[in-house]
């Protein structure tokens, strides 16, 4: 189903939600896929055995997944912890480790393609998209292979007659809960490093979008992973979610999804110890100044708001235009705006697909309603650009993971760091300048965990990727994100040739 929001630019109380329905898509390869356990397929053990997984552009049924329960999940981690304990995989050298990986990269690159079409029909997401995105995944195995076989310990300079070095490890059995917006991307960026250093992995998928993540279980099993390595329990947050991340097993848990959700996970996962990466909520806003090209910002303004249909984490969702230029951009913005197609997300021409759900696309709704009741205006076609806001506001302040984008103003540089910084979230921003001493300088006073300079959204494998404030803790990609899944150990040895016995008989007595 794709609903989209139409009004004329005069009369922003006038939208009228409408249906538009696509063609049939073809079938998957499968109509079921089970939960992906020690290497096979099994079914759920609960009595709503398994969910429905929909296309959102016609709300057909697309296949059905398995609804793992908290036995399920348990199941799971004790198969990642068999694995894990046997050594096959924790304790093989790293450069078969690495082989595998570079294998896994393979496999996955041919079957590229197969996988994009999936992810376009699960997400809503244009084919053009998912086939620009998906191309670079194999990339992340392809990096963490090369790290874990030159990664080094340490010898730390110890004082007096020994030698000290260090020498990483991996943590165990660890769980990943991934989201419905990027599936695969995020999955990989997760599984990766941990996989690299040497754990057993218990993913989560969403239950709105998991079929090629667990067809990316099943592809790692026969690429070379050892039964047992890698296992993959859609269903729901509330059960399965929650049963892994309060798993007294699982040493680490690794969550993308929503803020109020990441703290119940971090907090159940602190209560045994475990280790955790959360990716969380973002606002991120694109500060414009004076001296740019107006047509260049435009078009990266669209691609920063508008791609995934904002369903991003670092999205564009506040552009802060310098006062002199704003009314220029806000109009050839819209401009822009209006030009974009959107239509069936298997159609190559299409460039703007779908809201994920009827319930989200509901909530992205009720947000912008409430922004024009609060004296917000704008050209409410979707996507949507909102302008005559405050900082103050709902629809600025707020995440609305949606293709929705508010515009405001700044009069100086110190009053755009203001702007940018004045939000909860501090995951991603961009600044747009061709005067390279500001654009380091606002950079530096950014609260965010990544900046773009005249970009947004690039990502590699190799960058750090994480925010600050509510938007999370810890780092995704890089040496950052390889070692958080290992655990350091110190060996030190004594080489000096004088005997030693602290409690030899001495003249000299303490108390």
């Known amino acids: 189903m794709m609903w989209r929001f139409v009004a004329r630019p005069t009369a922003p109380a006038a939208r ?63 198969s990642g912890q068999s694995a894990f304990e046997a050594g096959s995989w924790s304790r093989a050298s790293v450069s078969d480790r690495a082989n595998v990986l ?35 995944i194999p990339e992340w195995f392809e990096y963490f292979a090369a790290l874990a076989r030159t990664s080094e310990g340490s010898v730390p300079p110890f004082s007096g007659p020994y030698v000290n070095y260090t020498q990483r490890l991996p943590l165990g059995t660890v769980g990943l809960i991934t989201p419905w917006n990027h599936p695969l991307l995020i999955a990989v960026k997760k599984l990766a490093p941990a996989l690299a250093a ?24 026969d690429a070379g992973l050892p039964a047992g390595v890698f296992n993959c329990v859609p269903g729901l947050g509330a059960v399965a979610g929650q049963a892994l991340a309060e798993h007294p ?47 260049e ?14 369903q991003t984490c670092v999205t564009g969702a506040r552009l802060i235009a310098h006062e002199s230029i704003f009314d220029q951009v806000v109009e050839k913005l819209v401009a822009k705006v209006r030009s974009i197609r959107l239509g069936n997300p298997i159609d190559d021409r299409t460039q703007m697909g779908t809201i994920i759900s009827e319930p989200h696309l509901l909530r992205i709704h009720a947000m912008v309603e409430r922004a024009s009741q609060a004296g917000a205006t704008g050209y409410f076609y979707e996507p949507t650009v909102i302008t005559d806001v405050t900082p103050d506001m709902e629809i600025v302040q707020q995440e609305v993971f949606g293709p929705v984008v508010a515009a405001y103003s700044f009069k100086d540089e110190a ?56 938007s999370g803790m810890g780092r995704e990609n890089g040496l950052e994100a390889y070692r958080s899944y290992s655990q350091i150990k110190s060996v030190i040895a004594g080489f000096g040739n004088e005997k030693f016995d602290w409690f030899v008989d001495d003249t000299v007595r303490y108390g």
């Not at 994009?116 to 620009?132: C, N, V, Y």
């Not at 754990?199 to 998928?205: A, M």
């Not at 959700?261 to 414009?288: C, D, F, H, Q, W």
């Not at 303004?301 to 995934?308: D, E, L, Q, R, T």
């Open 16 to 78: 009228v939600p409408h249906r538009a329905r696509y063609a049939s898509s073809a079938a998957f390869d499968r109509d079921e896929y089970g939960l992906f356990i020690d290497g096979k397929f099994v079914a759920a053990s609960g009595e709503d055995a398994r969910l429905a997984v929909e296309n959102p552009a016609t709300t057909e049924r697309l296949a059905y997944v398995a609804n793992a329960t908290a036995a399920d999940v348990d199941h799971a981690v004790a």
């Open 102 to 136: 570079n294998d896994i990269a393979k496999a996955l690159r041919k079957r590229i393609p197969e996988f994009a079409r999936k992810e376009s029909l699960q997400t809503g997401r244009p084919i053009r998209e998912m086939r620009a995105q998906l191309t670079r």
């Open 198 to 221: 040497g754990n057993s992995v218990v993913v989560k998928p969403s239950e709105l979008a998991p079929l090629t993540v667990v067809q990316l279980a099943e592809l790692c099993h």
């Open 249 to 295: 097993v699982i040493k680490k848990i690794d969550f993308t999804g929503g803020t109020t959700t990441g703290r119940a996970v971090a907090a159940a996962a602190g209560g045994n110890l475990a280790s955790t990466t959360m990716e969380l909520g973002g606002k991120a806003p694109i500060v414009v100044f004076d001296d740019v090209d107006v047509d």
């Open 297 to 310: 910002v435009v078009n990266g303004a669209a691609f920063a708001c508008f791609i995934a249909s904002g």
């Open 415 to 470: 009053d755009a760091v203001r702007l940018a910084n004045d939000s909860p979230f501090g995951l991603g921003a961009a600044v747009w300048t061709n005067n390279i001493k500001r654009a380091h300088r606002v950079a530096n006073n950014l609260e965010a965990g990544i900046i773009w300079l005249n970009d947004h959204h690039r990502n590699d494998p190799s960058s750090p990727w994480g925010g600050v404030k509510d």
